[in-house]
């Protein structure tokens, strides 16, 4: 097996990986590895000249977020994403390492020394009538970026201003709607997260990841559980504020 740094001609292969290993969409696939490549690394196997298997940070200042960790399911419990994994951990330097783990991934990360944090969940959203106190703009201004710091425990301006969506906002909160999903949803109350949510419905929001403390207060507005991850770190500790979470961007990325 060959190791190697993913380089921009790899990417309809790599992409293909996540299509067959996790059933993920072909073009989302392909824009979530342009997104690492711009901004991170990524790793792929190799096996007489087939990509086989991949794995991607980010580094932010405090933090990197580890994901599209990805092998092909003929080559899976052979070890291979153990190997990537661990060659992938030596790339980084940051004092902190998060990631989302599926069911399939968890005892790969609890042997490379990740422990639990919370549960991520996504939901289908219902239909909802639209908030009138909810505005839309195509950019961040600097609060939000604040705002998602204090959440989020790092500050990833980097990534949200590359994420090509649709901004929602009111006082204390903010929302970005990219194909269909609407994430992140940072608010300072329930109040304010319920407007954007409803405003973001209105407008083709379809799918929220939230994290499992706002999980009766999704279910309350009608969202139906389709999927459960598991979140994991190595090393120290991250100064986050959960009660801000009400939507993360996208499992690859927190």
Known sequence: MIIRKIKREDLDNAAKVMVEAMNANLEGAKITFNLFLELGECLLAEEEGEIIATACYIPYKILSWIGNVAVKPRYQRKGYGKRLMSELLKLISTKVIRLDSTTEGYRLYRSLGFIEEYETILYELRDLKGSNNVKTSDKLEDWMMDLDKKAFG?????????????????????????????????????????????????????????????????????????????????????????????????????
């Open 154 to 254: 790092d500050d990833r301006g980097k990534l949200l201003g590359r994420i090509n969506g649709l901004i929602l906002y009111t006082q204390g909160g903010y929302g970005i709607l990219s194909r269909n999903i609407l994430g992140p949803l940072v608010a300072e109350d329930d109040f304010i997260a319920e407007s954007i949510i409803r405003k973001a419905v209105e407008l083709g929001a379809r799918i929220i990841i939230t994290i499992e403390d706002k999980t009766e207060f999704i279910e309350d507005l009608g969202g139906r559980r389709l999927y459960t991850c598991t979140r994991m770190m190595l090393g120290e500790s991250i100064n986050e504020n959960r009660s801000l979470i009400y939507g993360i961007y996208r499992y690859a990325f927190g």
